[in-house]
Structure formats: structure tokens, C-alpha cells
């Protein structure tokens, strides 16, 4: 079936380290896939996408790559702020899903420390 | 860019009472809506998928009797969790898909209510 897996958190990382979130996906087609951020307390907010292979999205200093050859997603930003502590939600969207239902990760807590 | 609203944001109620929530699409037709629920520190879950004027498709596992979903509007959709016990407390969260022609799968997310029943 279609499913996505990403690392188990939390991620504790001091201010400007570098920050990888790995994230796979299982799926029969092409997805689309997306990561999502979610601050304390608030909804999901869309973060970046991609739409079809080696295609990067990027936002924010953050990107990822769509790779179909690993069916892999990570995301990455050179140098984090204390401001990006929040939930990192890796996720696959498209037909294959039935009526573009959104098949989310576990979710991977990153915490900057100042 | 679009926005979805949910009304309200917070909601306390008694055990045994019944609740709506609300999502709103607020600049933007939405043919298709989405109900998630996601437990503390835990990933959503897709509880029903909603399409204006037709009934909701109830994912495995979801009481369709428990969690009433009405779509009456292209840019209204309500979650009705009736005789709410404690373990229905939860984080609620809508999104909403656009119903412009050609439009690129995007889904906009609700900022979720947070119920908690006593």
C-alpha cells in the first residue's frame, strides 16, 4: 500500500547546525509528495512540495529532493534557528490515494537549542 | 494564498454532549474536504473524506454515527462528534481542496480545534 516513513525524533540540534530529516515513501504511481510544520499548539502548514522526480522544492531555507531511484524525500537547511522547533510532517498525495487523500509520516520533533 | 478556518479553536464539554466544528473555506471553493484527528505527539489520521452534497466516505474504523460530517456548502463543512466521552478528546484538523479547474492537488489545512471532554 502507500505509506511514508521518516526518522523517529526528537531531533535536539544547536543553532546553525545542519538539520536532515530523512523521510522514504512507498507508492504505486507518482506521487506527490510535501512536507508539512507544525509550531506548538497550530495547525499544518505546508512547507514545501514536489511534484514529480528530481524535482526540488524549497522554502524558508529548507529543500528536498523528490528521488524516485531511493523513493526518498529528505529534508534539509544548512543552518537551523531557534525558531524552527516544531514538528516536521513528511506526506504523499495523488490519485493513487483515492481522491487525493494525504497519507502523512509519524512526524519527526526537531528542538533548537539557542 | 487560501485560507481554512475552523470554529472554535478550543471546546470543553461535559461527557454525554455533542459538538461541532466548523471549517471553512474563506477565499476559495472547496469540492472535496477532509477530516483528521491526531492524538498528542502522534501523526493525523484521516477520519473522513467529505464532497459538497454527498455523504461522507468514512475511513476503517471511524463510528460514522459517532462523528457526524456534513459538506452543505462549497465552502462549509461541520464534524459533529456527538455524546462525546473522554476519549474523543483530541486535536482536530480540517483541510480543504480547491474545486478551480485544473487546480494543482493542493490542500489547505485548517489551524484544528483542540476538544477536550471531561
Known amino acids: 500500500g502507500n505509506s511514508v516513513t521518516q526518522m523517529e525524533g526528537p531531533v535536539t540540534l544547536s543553532e546553525e547546525a545542519f538539520l536532515t530529516i530523512n523521510c522514504t515513501y512507498t507508492?504505486?504511481?507518482?506521487?506527490?509528495l510535501f512536507w508539512y510544520v507544525q509550531y506548538p499548539g497550530e495547525g499544518l502548514q505546508l512547507l514545501l512540495k514536489?511534484?514529480?522526480?528530481?524535482d526540488k522544492g524549497s522554502n524558508k531555507g529548507f529543500e528536498a529532493t523528490y528521488r524516485k531511484e531511493t523513493t526518498s524525500f529528505h529534508l534539509e537547511k544548512g543552518s537551523v534557528q531557534v525558531s524552527d522547533s516544531a514538528v516536521y510532517f513528511c506526506?504523499?498525495?495523488?490519485?493513487?490515494?483515492?481522491?487525493?487523500?494525504?497519507?502523512f509520516g509519524a512526524g519527526t520533533r526537531l528542538f533548537v537549542k539557542a | 494564498g487560501a485560507v481554512v478556518s475552523q470554529h472554535p479553536s478550543r471546546v470543553i464539554c461535559k461527557s454525554g454532549t455533542s459538538v461541532k466544528i466548523e471549517c471553512r473555506s474563506l477565499?476559495?471553493?472547496?469540492?472535496?474536504m477532509f477530516w483528521y484527528r491526531q492524538f498528542p505527539k502522534q501523526s493525523l489520521m484521516l477520519m473522513a473524506t467529505?464532497?459538497?452534497?454527498?455523504?461522507?466516505?468514512?475511513e476503517q474504523g471511524v463510528e460514522k454515527d459517532k462523528f457526524l460530517i456534513n459538506h452543505a456548502s462549497l465552502t462549509l463543512s461541520t464534524l459533529t462528534v456527538t455524546s462525546a466521552h473522554p476519549e474523543d478528546s483530541s486535536f482536530y484538523i480540517c483541510?480543504?481542496?480547491?474545486?478551480?479547474?485544473?487546480?494543482?492537488?493542493?490542500?489547505?489545512f485548517g489551524p484544528g480545534t483542540r476538544l477536550t471532554v471531561l
Open positions: 483541510s480543504a481542496r480547491s474545486a478551480e479547474a485544473g487546480g494543482n492537488n493542493e490542500q489547505f
Open positions: 507508492a504505486t504511481g507518482y506521487p506527490s
Open positions: 514536489a511534484t514529480k522526480a528530481d
Open positions: 506526506a504523499l498525495r495523488g490519485v493513487m490515494t483515492g481522491g487525493f487523500k494525504t497519507i
Open positions: 477565499d476559495f471553493q472547496a469540492t472535496t
Open positions: 467529505s464532497n459538497e452534497g454527498s455523504k461522507a466516505t468514512y
